[in-house]
């Protein structure tokens, strides 16, 4: 058998300087290995949970699953780094059922799988037993127009119930940096400035709610996310969501990834703009009360929740119950259906 031939210094990682350079990083175009692509990727994630003091020790934390590439990654690096670096957390699997069948059910059967492969607890709470309203029957009801804002509001607080059900009071969620980033251009284009501090935190709380949230992958490319979870044979669904246009977010986004072909660094650029921004304009406390109906915090009588649930059960049959239930809204962030384009990016090249 003939000597393998030695790798030409062009070809080497630029890390281990030793293996063949398979990977070009998205976010810098570095050219690394396989093995050095993985380490960086995690240690970068444990550099952010360090450095904002994101867990504490013997706490449970709950990890918003839709079975998608963010949230399977999240799951696999936190269980990673949780046994590597003894951060002695305890990771479950939290699931919200929007009730949207040929997308919701076939993505919940991922993270059934996702639960036994990482040995965490499920718990899975659907929109039709908190609300008596499933997102088909909701859009069979109002049609597609303005369905999103329906299903972000309910989502947040199905997070909360079920957090609240496992005695959880931290829920972390796969937002990542092109998420963050078409969140403060968004923002911007609309003016709407005092929602920069939110978008941009790592860590949110809310006078609405006792539970916390956090983004781990807060600095963490998408198509970096793809490349993870393509190189680790990582077990996710990729199927975009059927009622989810997001016409505004995908503008934005288009925007920021012709940014990007200039300027890898673009994404990170407007994320730490956002960052700078929000640390100018002053916080505006509101005056919080309980929902007059489901006893939720709010600032108004009635809870977002309740007043869009008000709106739906005035044309129900009088045979069905109206369902108690609301929260504050908050602008959800759903990057799933653009999780497909950019494996499709990878595929056609960034990993060679």
Not at 228 to 253: M, N
Request: hydrophobic residues 35%.
């Amino acid at each position: 058998m003939p000597p393998a031939l030695p790798i030409p210094a062009s070809k080497l990682c630029e890390s281990c300087l030793s293996a063949r350079a398979l990977i070009s990083r998205p976010k810098t175009h570095q050219k690394l290995c396989k093995p050095c692509f993985l380490s960086t990727f995690e240690s970068e994630i444990h550099a952010t949970i360090v450095s904002t003091n994101l867990f504490t020790k013997g706490s449970r934390i709950a990890i918003g699953a839709s079975g998608g590439k963010d949230s399977t990654v999240l799951a696999s690096v936190l269980k990673t780094l949780n046994e590597r670096y003894d951060y002695g957390v305890e990771f479950v699997l939290l699931s919200i059922d929007e009730g949207i069948k040929g997308y919701r059910d076939d993505s919940l059967e991922t993270v059934k799988r996702n639960a036994i492969q990482y040995g965490m607890e499920l718990v899975i709470v659907s929109y039709e037993e908190l609300y008596g309203w499933s997102m088909d029957s909701v859009v069979e009801s109002i049609g597609k127009k303005g369905n999103c804002t329906y299903c972000g509001v309910f989502r947040r607080q199905a997070l909360d119930r079920g957090a609240e059900r496992l005695g959880i009071h931290h829920v972390v969620t796969g937002h990542n940096a092109d998420d963050i980033a078409e969140t403060v251009l968004m923002n911007l284009l609309r003016g709407d400035l005092p929602r920069l501090h939110r978008c941009t935190s790592i860590i949110t709380s809310s006078t609405s709610s006792p539970i916390a949230r956090s983004k781990p992958l807060k600095y963490a490319y998408e198509k970096e996310i793809v490349l993870y979870a393509l190189h680790k044979k990582l077990d996710y669904f990729s199927t975009e969501c059927i009622y989810s246009p997001e016409a505004f977010r995908g503008s934005a986004r288009t925007l920021i990834k012709a940014l990007e072909k200039v300027r890898p660094s673009a994404i990170l650029d407007i994320v730490r703009s956002g960052e700078a921004f929000s640390r100018m304009i002053p916080s505006q406390a509101q005056a919080m009360s309980n929902c007059a109906r489901c006893g939720y915090l709010t600032s108004q009588k009635l809870c977002k929740a309740c007043t869009l649930l008000e709106g739906l059960n005035k044309n129900r049959p009088k045979t069905i119950v109206e369902v108690e239930a609301g929260i504050e809204d908050e602008e959800v962030s759903s990057s799933l259906w653009r999780g497909i384009e950019a494996i499709k990016l990878v595929e056609e090249g960034i990993a060679n």
